[in-house]
């Protein structure tokens, strides 16, 4: 849990927030060593192996989803269970530990300011371009002004190359979000999020300065290495401040 990417913002007390690394598991080659992904192609004994170290470090079992680049947003059942179908997750209850897994894709944490609702959603290029953002704050059921959020680990703009049909699907944010790189453009899906949060009227937006594509002792990588790991994000709150 040390070397856990800590959220830097400024969220209640009560609020736990994270993004796991790629080292300190068991998994082997292409999924060394912390591959919490169980979809992947890793040894199942392997994720099962991670999985258990990570829950030693956390207030419960986190809820894992089988994310499909979609929109849909489910609520923490209380106690987790099967994998659910989503790409984003909230909770209302303290304790109940909610996840996403990523290799690029933008993790993106909401807490409340008051501290009793909390999300992350997994925001790759469809996710948000299609909605996954309106649905998580639709889903926390509070007004926009009231979050925070945080942007975790994701591929930076500097690796990001695109073709210039993905400016179709951003017509609100083009050419903001997108860097000319000859006939194509870089990518940076932190501009376009911070975009979407401010319009939808979430104001205290921050981090947003990682690369996991440029890190490669900490970070999986899809677009980097195709077969790779996954990292989690996490987000609880604590019945209680400390």
Known sequence: MDDWIKAGWPAPRN???????????????????????????DRDSHVAQNRDQLCKALPATPQWLTQVHGTTVVR??????????ADAIVSFAPGEV???????????????????????AHAGWRG????????????????????LA??????????????????DAFPEEYPAGFIPHGDR??????TLADLKLRRL??????GGNFCTLGDPARFFSYRRDGVTGRMASLIWMQSHPG
């Open 201 to 206: 009227g979430v104001q205290a937006v921050s």
């Open 185 to 190: 453009f870089l990518l940076d899906l932190y």
């Open 150 to 167: 945080w942007m975790g680990p994701a591929i930076g703009p500097q690796a990001y190359e695109v073709g210039r049909e993905l400016a």
């Open 128 to 147: 948000l371009a299609n909605g996954i953002l309106q649905e998580t704050i639709t889903a926390l059921d509070v007004e926009p002004a009231e979050l």
């Open 15 to 41: 609020i736990r927030a994270a993004c796991t690394t790629r080292t300190g598991g068991v998994s082997q080659g292409a999924w060394a060593s912390f591959n919490l992904g169980a979809h992947c192609g």
């Open 76 to 85: 923490h059942p209380g106690k987790a269970g099967v994998e659910l179908q």
């Open 98 to 120: 909610c996840a996403v897994l990523t290799a690029d894709c933008l993790p993106v944490f909401f807490c409340s300011r008051s501290g009793d609702r909390v999300a992350v």
